[in-house]
């Protein structure tokens, strides 16, 4: 019977193991990563903040496309419909990030610093680069922990 039990207890054990390194390796994405992100943050924040449209179509993925996104449609989302809007940095970014899709949370802010105005911005990592798949405002109410 010891014999039985010893068996099952290595096979338990392997079966344990096994199942814990494969759930560490789905579920820890290369730290790598981060710094790639925000550069590309950066790089968009540059092109906004300058009205550059080519720097912007430079982080645009072109599956923004196919949802009715471009450089023209995400600065008429900050600068605002009246052009008002004073646009200074993505404040108080939030990245939360797989091997392949990237969401940061922040807050779009002119010099008051304000957090009245939340943002998410999607990218996705597509021949080994980062790039902006979608933005959206995140829902009133939500905060950056929700």
């Known amino acids: 019977m010891t014999k039985t039990c010893t068996k099952f207890l290595i096979l338990l054990t392997a079966a344990m193991s096994a199942c814990l390194l494969?759930?560490?390796?789905?579920?820890?994405p290369s730290r790598d990563h981060i710094p790639l992100i925000k550069e590309k943050l950066s790089y968009l924040q540059h092109g906004v903040l300058t009205k550059n449209r080519a720097a912007i179509d430079s982080v645009l993925s072109v599956k923004i496309l196919d949802i009715g996104q471009s450089s023209d449609s995400l600065l008429n989302y900050i600068y605002g419909a009246d052009n008002s809007f004073v646009f200074e940095l993505f404040g108080e970014p939030l990245i939360i990030?797989?091997?392949k899709v990237a969401m940061i949370e922040c807050y779009l802010m002119d010099s008051t610093r304000t957090k009245n105005r939340p943002m998410t911005l999607l990218f996705s990592y597509d021949n080994e680069i980062w790039l902006l798949s979608r933005f959206e405002e995140r829902g009133a109410g939500e905060t950056i922990a929700d």
Do not use: F, L, N
Request: a negative charge; hydrophobic letters at 10%.
């Open 22 to 28: 494969g759930c560490a390796e789905q579920s820890t």
């Open 97 to 99: 990030y797989t091997e």
